[in-house]
């Protein structure tokens, strides 16, 4: 019999009524939002093998984001030094990550089968003057 007491109040008092004023969360996903972050650029040596270091690149949750490339380029005439930072605004259409820099540069992301991301710039030129491409993960 107590075991039957004991039982029927902790259900009574177990269950209470909902009183509606729970809220009930949802999540909002939106698309192209997994870039949010900050990434290392890199490219490749000639030999096309090993990673080089080129930069930081930052995606923020408010569409905005900044990039500098830092880096040391060879050429005939000795080495120089290739430095940019820039501030973007960026938009994902489905396909591309779309980033327009404070100089109206226009530059897009993708995302290729290997999993990493490469950026290019719109007007066809090499970005930072890096004939192998830029990437990052």
Known sequence: MKKIIAIS??????????D???EVEVEIIIPGIEIVGAHTLFSYNDGGT?????????????FKGEYEIDYIRGSLLGQERIYYNKYFDWSFDGVFWNI????????KV???P???YKLTRVDGYSVALL????YFR
Not at 9 to 18: A, P, R
Not at 100 to 107: L, M, S
Not at 131 to 134: I, K, P
């Open 9 to 18: 109040l902790l259900l009574i008092f177990g269950c209470s009524k909902d």
């Open 20 to 22: 509606g004023s729970s």
């Open 50 to 62: 090993d990673e080089i270091n080129v930069g930081n690149l930052r995606f923020d949750s408010d």
């Open 100 to 107: 327009i820099n404070e100089d109206d540069v226009g530059f």
């Open 110 to 112: 993708r995302l290729l």
């Open 114 to 116: 290997n999993g990493l």
């Open 131 to 134: 004939s192998n491409g830029v």
